[in-house]
Each structure stands twice: as structure tokens, then as C-alpha cells.
């Protein structure tokens, strides 16, 4: 049977009449304190170590804390803070559970050496071991929880006159669940806790869960959002002053290597602000481009010149240019490790960032709100609500295995503290989950033991389980609760662009995430940008470009000059010059076509260049419409900028070293080879574009070309660039595959020797015979349905011979004049650059797609976004920008492959 504890006020009914109370529990301490109804002299409860603190301050002429104890032991033995610190922290381990600083010796290898400070250098373990328990005086004593004693604790109880009378903590009465309410997401979780406090009961309230798991800051934002507080500690370490300090010295170190967003830190400091877009720019490069900005030039000289300031320059400088005063938590910070005065160094700086990150210094406490208790070594808690939360496997408290610990005492001690636990608040309410990213959620094996039974999951009838969701209606504490908060309609889609399209197939929840954060400037992008810039400027002023070619090279690497350092300078200059040559080269190779296509604006308005920084800094204007147009096709659902149109050819510039064959710009929008073929990711860019442009031309042939600006990057730098490998081209075939393939313009385009001798009508009635029949993407398919027909045809019912076609076999004859015609066929299906089609049914198909998409996200928006990798890939989640911020990521449940 599984117990409950004693009630706090159970148990001040028990000890309300002594003189004094003992316990290791300063919450209990702390409660029992509270019930006193009538006066009295000094307090009725208090821990081992309060009661050496008073006797050490009134018998010692100082008690050092641990942190004033570890820097004064690093100025006199001259060792390292870090190795101090960690031999105090062991010894003080092994005097706790030893009771003896003598019988420390034992346990300990160099550490000895620093036993000698301890006895000089006095502390309240020193006040605990030599407590006199004639400071006791003639109260009569008694021990709450003696089982909860360490051996240093039982050092102040009295020994000499009558042990003191013990307290049990726990009841004969039998512990169980009322229910326990099982969550299917943290975010239903969190949601329904927040709803449950208000202003008026955050002070009773308390959340018992692990506070080192994530959880606590879920918990802090979503109290923050209702305005809720929290009685919190606060520490040193946390203090965004001393972060945003260290963070600035830090920083300085390498400041020639950063980007930008390396300095974000700086900017609620110093009161400056910088675009979001500049994020991958080198810092040293933007500083160049921001020269009217003199704080933040002011900044990045003093980062340069961090090692010419003591710590406490440094601070006067910081408060100088920000113009405010700095916390006074940095200022005692730099008091108390003394390291005011001396000159900042990376190991100076290392020294005192792990005094902060390593050394509890507590700095304030917040005297209301919601309390968050640790479940990993808490027992007693004083609120009338309790939550508890998770009750999973983190709360298990292991034992280490040293020689100075007793593990059995210690797993006792840590069980007793679990069930006393279970027990606090007078409105207790346990929630739980069965799964967390895509792993069951194992109950802490505290359970298995005090039930005797093998416990695996929350819906074990042991917990009283209850389904339930983020409605508030499911947990209520005394009906208090604020309104559902319900969010706007969202607005509804009716166009998505192609990388859109792209982002949402790949993972919803990527798109979502796309649709929130802000777009970084990152070097391919801006690379490309700079490169379209150029290309929709020459296509309006081409002898200019010819002319000035130099000079919008220097303006175009300026542009990008927050990416440019010493070592890519040269050669990143190269690629753009290689870029722009290309761009002027396929557009001359179009001047007759660009001749009878140009598009100019009617009328006298000007065109809008909108964002190309070519026309702005030579003070041209846009003279046509064919660059950088919009397309909005309203019954295919797509929108779009193209970058360039001629008539029914549409131009796309790519500025990767990388292109894309014909076959493969086919492929990668294709649904069902992508699913066959497992792969991670889509593009729906081709198919989507000529979706779209077809609705000004239904019946008329589409041409898409692909100029690949960097391709030939290595032969152009020597000279030997042939042009046409820059380009790939796809074609849109206003009919479907299927009747395609019986034309006679697909007839025409077959260039193999057996047409010689198969007639066109010939061929058109084999192929309506059996084109139903035909996987075309599948050679076996066409090779099954179509061979035997064909040789039949030719060998039987024409009377023709195998030696007309200059073969001696059947066998030679399939193989090679036959099979010749049927990798046509299956050509023409996948794409080639013999026949880089797409056709009327393709494009059909892809429009009711993109449809099917557009609901789907319509019915997201409305509620959320589920993760869903394409293909269920754990390449997508390893992949994706968002990765560190998705609590979803299938990193350890997708598909490897």
C-alpha cells in the first residue's frame, strides 16, 4: 500500500507545544512557522543550518559564504578557481554525508590540501560540526523527519541531556489518485495549466515538476503572456546585465570573424537596431556599409580594442556609449571577484564566466505569484493547489556510486521525499502524458516500488487516468477561470507561389515557421538577387551595360560587400563578373525574338523597377514590362515573379555552380516518382509557372528556359564556355501525353532507322491499340505491350525481313531498331533533352494539386500546422532552418532513408 503523508497542519497539531523543531524540510520549517497562532519567543521550526548560522555568528567572527570561501582559498593557495571551486564542492559533498571534516581525508586524493583553509576559514558545515547543543538551553526538542537527516544535520542535534522526541511524517492513511488527466501534446498541457491561474489564486498555487527540463520556460512565457507572477530566486548568472557583460567581452575576442548576428545581443545595450536580412553579412563588412552609424562603429571599435580595458573601463565605456546606467549586479560582480582592476585577458574573462555560470549567487526572491518546485529534491510544499506535472522517469533520483555514500540510505531518503510529495496541497490535480516527440512517457519507478507493481504507462488504472485536451472546462479549481481566448479568423488563401508550394509539401510545419520569421540575407540569395538585378537592367539598357560594364561590377560587389572578406574577394568578384558575361551573351543570342516581344507601358506612367538598386544609383528608368512580372493565374490558384517573359518563352536565372538537366526539372515535381523514389524534397516551380502562363495561350506551346548563370564558371574563366550548356529548357505540349504520342509531330520528332519502314498510320493505330495498357514510365511495360506488336507488324504482316533493317536476328533486331523506338516512348514520358515536354494532363493534374494544397493549409491556419516531413524523412527535419526551434522534429522517429 502506498501511504500519504502528514498534512502540514497535521503535523504543527503534533508539535505546536515544544520549545523548538528540527527539520532538514525549510519549507516545513517555513509552514510550521506560519500556523504559530499565539506568541512566542524565537521561532518554532528551524533546519540544521539555520540554527548553525545563529550559533556561528554569534560564536565565529565570520561565516564564509561558499563563494567569498572559494575565491579567498584561489588568492592564497594561487590554484586555478575552477580546480578550487571543484575540491570545495567535493569536500563539503563528503562532509555532509560523513558528518566530520577529519573524516573527509579519507575520500579525497590532491584535494587534502585545501582541508587546512577549512578549519581557518570558517563556514556553517564548521558552526554544524561544532555546535555546542548547550545553545539549546532547557527547550524541550523535537526531530520532524529524522529519516531525512544527513550526517553533518545530525551533528546539532542534542546528544548529552535526552534525545529529542521523533516526529513521523507520514500517515497511516492510504495514498491514491482521484484522476490523473493525460495530455496529447505539451502544448495542450501548458495551455490548460496557464488557463487554471489567475491573479487572484497565483499565490496558492504551486507547480511541481522538473524544473531543469524545458518545461520552465514554457512555463515562465506562458504565465508572462496572462500576467501572472512567479515567486522565483534570482540569480547572478541571470541577470541579463552581467549575460549581455560577458556576452560583449566574449565577443570582442574574435570579433573579425563574426556576422552580424553575432552582435543582436548588443542592440537593446547600446539602443541601436539592425535588419534582420544583414544576419549573415561579415560584421566588419556591414560596419563599412552603415557608416552613418556611429554608435554602432563606436561598438565595433571598442570589441576591437577589448584587451586595452581593465573589467571596470570596460564598464564605464559600456554605460558611456549606451548613455544609461548599467545593473549594479555587474559592478558587485566585479567587487566580489575582485577583478575590477585588472586587464581584460580570454583567461581573466574564463576565470570570472565560470565563477557566474558555476557559482550560485542568489540576488533577490519575489514574495508572490505561482511557486515552481523542483521535483527532483522537494518534499514539503506549503500552497493549498498543487499541479504536479509529468510524475515521469526525470523524477527519479539516482543515487551516485561513491564510498562515502550509503546508496541505500540515500534511495530511502529520496523515496520518503517522493511520497511526502505526492501528498502536498489541498487541491492536488496530476497531469501527465503518454507521449512526448513521437517516445512513451515512462512513470517514475518511485511508483513500481511503493505499489509492488510493474507500472509502464500513465493509462495504468493505478493513476485513474483521464483523456483529456486544452479545453480549461477539463481541470477546474473552484470555477475560476478567464474566458477562452479564441483566435481571429485567419485570412484565407487563393494563390500560392511555387516556393511556397515547395516549403508546405516538404513540412507544414516549415512553411508555418517560414510564414513567421523574418527572411535572412544570406550570400546565395543576395547573390542571386544582385545577378537578377543586373539581368532585368540589361535587358533594358544592354549597350549601356556593354559600356559601363566595369563600373556595375564595382556597384554590384559593393552590394555585397557584407559578405566579402580578404579571402573571397577575388573570387567572388569573379563569379559575378562571370555571371553578368553570361546574362549579356544569351541575351544578345535573343535579340531577334526580344525585338518583335518588348512590352512597353501604354500610356505615360513610368514602369516601377520596385526594389533593383541598378536603376537608382544610374538614375535610368524601367523602359519595358517583360522583367520581373508578376503572374497571378486565378484559375490555377498560382502567383509568381517570372524573371523574364518573351511572348509565350518564359527566362528563369540560377546563380548556383549547379544546374539542372531537362529530365530532372521534369522529375522534381512529379508526386508519384518523388513517393517511389523517397525523396525529400520537391520543386514546383516549372510546372507551376507554366500552369499559370498557359491561361493567356491555352492552346499554344510554352517554352521555359533556364540560363544557369555560374555553370560554366571553370571553362568560362579559361575561355572555353560553350553557352548552350548554361541553358536548360522544358516545353509545355498543350495536349495530353497520351495524344501526344499518337501525333504526327511526336511521329516527326523520332529519329531512329525503324520509322524507315513503320508508316505513321502504322504506328498511330499499334499505339491506340494499346496505350491504355502502357506504363511508359516503366520500359518493361512499353517493352511487354508494344515489342511483339511492332516486330509482328513488321516481320509478319508487311512481309519486311530482318536483313531490310541490316540485321541478321530477331533477337538483334529487337534489342536495337525496336527497343530504339520504345526509349523514345519512355523518354518523352520522364523528359530528356530530346524531349524535355510537358504536357496538358501534367499540368491539369498539377493545378488540382495545388488546389487540394491550397484547402489544406486554409484548414491548418484555422488551427495548426502538423509536422509532417515529406515522405516521412528524417532528412527534411535534418535539414530544416527550424530544427532547434521545433518541439516536433521526427529527427529520432522518421525514415533514414
Known amino acids: 500500500m502506498m501511504n500519504k503523508s502528514k498534512s502540514i497542519s497535521e503535523i504543527y497539531g503534533e508539535v505546536k507545544d515544544f520549545g523548538l523543531v528540527i527539520t532538514t524540510d525549510a519549507p516545513l520549517a517555513t509552514a510550521l512557522n506560519r500556523n504559530v497562532d499565539k506568541p512566542r519567543l524565537g521561532l518554532l521550526a528551524m533546519t540544521p543550518r539555520q540554527l548553525a548560522l545563529k550559533y556561528g555568528t554569534l560564536y565565529f567572527d565570520k561565516l564564509y559564504s561558499k563563494s567569498e570561501l572559494i575565491i579567498e582559498i584561489t588568492k592564497q593557495s594561487r590554484m586555478s578557481l575552477k580546480y578550487v571551486h571543484q575540491s570545495i564542492e567535493k569536500i563539503f559533498e563528503i562532509w555532509n554525508h560523513t558528518g566530520l571534516l577529519e573524516s573527509c581525508e579519507m575520500f579525497l586524493t590532491q584535494e587534502k590540501e585545501f582541508l587546512k583553509y577549512l578549519g581557518k576559514l570558517k563556514t556553517v558545515e564548521y558552526a554544524m560540526e561544532n555546535f555546542d547543543e548547550s545553545f539549546f538551553g532547557d527547550k524541550n526538542i523535537a526531530v520532524a523527519g529524522y529519516e531525512l537527516f544527513n550526517e553533518l544535520d545530525k551533528q546539532v542535534l542534542p546528544r548529552r541531556n535526552s534525545f529529542p522526541e521523533l516526529i513521523k511524517l507520514m500517515s497511516e492513511d492510504e495514498f491514491t489518485f482521484d484522476k490523473t488527466f493525460l495530455f496529447n501534446s505539451t502544448k495542450d498541457l501548458i495551455s490548460s495549466v496557464a488557463s487554471i491561474v489567475n491573479t487572484e489564486n497565483q499565490n496558492d498555487v504551486a507547480l511541481i515538476f522538473n524544473t531543469d527540463s524545458e518545461l520552465k520556460n514554457l512555463f515562465k512565457s506562458a504565465f508572462s503572456r496572462r500576467g501572472i507572477k512567479l515567486e522565483l530566486k534570482s540569480f547572478l548568472k541571470e541577470d541579463i546585465s552581467v549575460s549581455n557583460y560577458l556576452s560583449f567581452i566574449e565577443s570582442s575576442f574574435n570579433v573579425s570573424d563574426h556576422l552580424?548576428?553575432?552582435?543582436?545581443?548588443?542592440?537593446?545595450?547600446?539602443?541601436?537596431?539592425?535588419?534582420?536580412?544583414?544576419?549573415?553579412?561579415?560584421?566588419?563588412?556591414?560596419?563599412?556599409?552603415?557608416?552613418?552609424?556611429?554608435?554602432?562603429?563606436?561598438?565595433?571599435?571598442?570589441?576591437?580594442d577589448i584587451e586595452k580595458f581593465t573589467f571596470s573601463e570596460l564598464y564605464n565605456r559600456i554605460e558611456f556609449l549606451s548613455g544609461k546606467n548599467f545593473s549594479n549586479a555587474v559592478r558587485e560582480l566585479l567587487a566580489v571577484t575582485e577583478t575590477g582592476d585588472k586587464k581584460i585577458s580570454e583567461d581573466r574573462f574564463n576565470e570570472l564566466k565560470y565563477f557566474i555560470l558555476n557559482i550560485d549567487l542568489e540576488t533577490g526572491k519575489s514574495k508572490e505569484g505561482v511557486l515552481f518546485v523542483n521535483a527532483g529534491n522537494s518534499a514539503f510544499v506549503d500552497r493549498q493547489i498543487t499541479v504536479f506535472i509529468g510524475m515521469d522517469d526525470s523524477w527519479?533520483?539516482?543515487?551516485?556510486?561513491?564510498?562515502?555514500?550509503?546508496?541505500?540510505?540515500?534511495?530511502?531518503?529520496?523515496?520518503?521525499?517522493?511520497?511526502?510529495?505526492?501528498?502536498?496541497?489541498?487541491?492536488?490535480?496530476?497531469?501527465?502524458?503518454?507521449?512526448?516527440?513521437?517516445?512513451?512517457?515512462?512513470?517514475?519507478?518511485?511508483?513500481?516500488?511503493?505499489?509492488?507493481?510493474?507500472?509502464?504507462?500513465?493509462?495504468?488504472?493505478?493513476?485513474?487516468?483521464?483523456?483529456?485536451?486544452?479545453?480549461?472546462?477539463?481541470i477546474n479549481i473552484k470555477n475560476v477561470f478567464p474566458p477562452e481566448v479564441r483566435s481571429p479568423h485567419p485570412v484565407m488563401l487563393e494563390f500560392i507561389s511555387p516556393s511556397s508550394l515547395n516549403s508546405f509539401y516538404s513540412c507544414p510545419k516549415n512553411y508555418s515557421y517560414g510564414k513567421l520569421t523574418t527572411q535572412q540575407e544570406r550570400s546565395y540569395f543576395l547573390k542571386g538577387t544582385l545577378l537578377h538585378c543586373f539581368a532585368e537592367f540589361?535587358?533594358?539598357?544592354?549597350?549601356?551595360?556593354?559600356?559601363?560594364?566595369?563600373?556595375?561590377?564595382?556597384?554590384?560587389?559593393?552590394?555585397?560587400?557584407?559578405?566579402?572578406?580578404?579571402?573571397?574577394?577575388?573570387?567572388?568578384?569573379?563569379?559575378?563578373?562571370?555571371?553578368?558575361?553570361?546574362?549579356?551573351?544569351?541575351?544578345?543570342?535573343?535579340?531577334?525574338?526580344?525585338?518583335?516581344?518588348?512590352?512597353?507601358?501604354?500610356?505615360?506612367?513610368?514602369?516601377?523597377?520596385?526594389?533593383?538598386?541598378?536603376?537608382?544609383?544610374?538614375?535610368?528608368?524601367?523602359?519595358?514590362?517583360?522583367?520581373?512580372?508578376?503572374?497571378?493565374?486565378?484559375?490555377?490558384?498560382?502567383?509568381?515573379?517570372?524573371?523574364?517573359?518573351?511572348?509565350?518563352?518564359i527566362i528563369d536565372y540560377k546563380?548556383?555552380?549547379?544546374?539542372?538537366?531537362?529530365?530532372?526539372?521534369?522529375?522534381?515535381?512529379?508526386?508519384?516518382?518523388?513517393?517511389?523514389?523517397?525523396?525529400?524534397?520537391?520543386?514546383?516551380?516549372?510546372?507551376?509557372?507554366?500552369?499559370?502562363?498557359?491561361?493567356?495561350?491555352?492552346?499554344?506551346?510554352?517554352?521555359?528556359?533556364?540560363?544557369?548563370?555560374?555553370?560554366?564558371?571553370?571553362?568560362?574563366i579559361k575561355g572555353k564556355a560553350d553557352p548552350e550548356k548554361s541553358k536548360s529548357t522544358v516545353v509545355y505540349i498543350p495536349e495530353t501525353f497520351k495524344r501526344y504520342m499518337i501525333s504526327q509531330e511526336f511521329y516527326d520528332l523520332l529519329n531512329v532507322d525503324i520509322l524507315k519502314e513503320l508508316r505513321y498510320e502504322d504506328y498511330r493505330k499499334i499505339m491506340l491499340d494499346t496505350i491504355e495498357e502502357i506504363d511508359f514510365y516503366d520500359p518493361g511495360s512499353l517493352t511487354d505491350k508494344l515489342e511483339t506488336k511492332i516486330h509482328n507488324h513488321l516481320i509478319y504482316d508487311r512481309g519486311l525481313t530482318y536483313k531490310q533493317f541490316k540485321r541478321t536476328k530477331e533477337e538483334t533486331f529487337r534489342n536495337k531498331d525496336i527497343q530504339a523506338l520504345l526509349k523514345c516512348m519512355n523518354s518523352a514520358r520522364k523528359g530528356s533533352a530530346e524531349f524535355p515536354f510537358i504536357y496538358k494532363d501534367d499540368a491539369d493534374n498539377f493545378v488540382k494539386f495545388a488546389k487540394e494544397k491550397i484547402i489544406e493549409i486554409n484548414t491548418f491556419s484555422g488551427a495548426d500546422f502538423p509536422n509532417r516531413p515529406v515522405n516521412d524523412l528524417r532528412s527534411v527535419c535534418?535539414?530544416?532552418?527550424?530544427?532547434?526551434?521545433?518541439?516536433?522534429?521526427?529527427?529520432?522517429?522518421?525514415?533514414?532513408?
Open 260 to 304: 552580424v548576428k553575432d552582435i543582436f545581443f548588443t542592440e537593446p545595450l547600446f539602443g541601436i537596431s539592425i535588419d534582420r536580412k544583414y544576419s549573415d553579412f561579415s560584421l566588419s563588412g556591414y560596419i563599412s556599409l552603415s557608416k552613418g552609424n556611429k554608435v554602432l562603429t563606436d561598438v565595433f571599435n571598442l570589441m576591437k
Open 655 to 716: 546563380s548556383s555552380k549547379s544546374g539542372k538537366s531537362s529530365e530532372v526539372l521534369i522529375r522534381e515535381f512529379n508526386i508519384e516518382r518523388i513517393r517511389k523514389d523517397k525523396a525529400d524534397s520537391a520543386n514546383f516551380q516549372t510546372i507551376a509557372y507554366i500552369s499559370g502562363k498557359r491561361e493567356d495561350d491555352p492552346d499554344s506551346k510554352l517554352k521555359f528556359i533556364y540560363l544557369n548563370l555560374l555553370v560554366n564558371y571553370n571553362d568560362f
Open 396 to 474: 527519479t533520483k539516482l543515487s551516485t556510486d561513491k564510498a562515502y555514500i550509503d546508496r541505500a540510505v540515500e534511495e530511502k531518503k529520496n523515496l520518503e521525499k517522493f511520497r511526502i510529495l505526492l501528498s502536498q496541497g489541498e487541491e492536488r490535480f496530476y497531469l501527465a502524458q503518454n507521449i512526448i516527440k513521437n517516445r512513451s512517457v515512462i512513470p517514475c519507478y518511485y511508483f513500481n516500488i511503493l505499489t509492488g507493481r510493474n507500472i509502464k504507462k500513465f493509462d495504468d488504472e493505478f493513476f485513474s487516468p483521464v483523456q483529456t485536451s486544452v479545453k480549461p472546462s477539463d
Open 538 to 649: 540589361c535587358f533594358n539598357y544592354p549597350e549601356y551595360c556593354k559600356e559601363n560594364f566595369g563600373n556595375i561590377l564595382d556597384l554590384i560587389c559593393r552590394e555585397y560587400s557584407g559578405f566579402l572578406n580578404e579571402f573571397n574577394a577575388d573570387t567572388e568578384r569573379s563569379a559575378f563578373k562571370v555571371g553578368m558575361k553570361v546574362i549579356m551573351e544569351f541575351l544578345d543570342s535573343m535579340e531577334s525574338e526580344i525585338k518583335t516581344q518588348l512590352e512597353i507601358e501604354k500610356g505615360s506612367k513610368a514602369v516601377k523597377a520596385e526594389s533593383n538598386f541598378l536603376f537608382k544609383k544610374t538614375r535610368l528608368k524601367k523602359k519595358y514590362l517583360n522583367t520581373e512580372k508578376w503572374l497571378k493565374a486565378v484559375n490555377a490558384g498560382i502567383s509568381g515573379k517570372i524573371d523574364l517573359t518573351l511572348g509565350n518563352t
Open 878 to 897: 535534418c535539414n530544416c532552418d527550424y530544427l532547434n526551434i521545433c518541439p516536433g522534429n521526427k529527427l529520432l522517429t522518421a525514415d533514414e532513408n
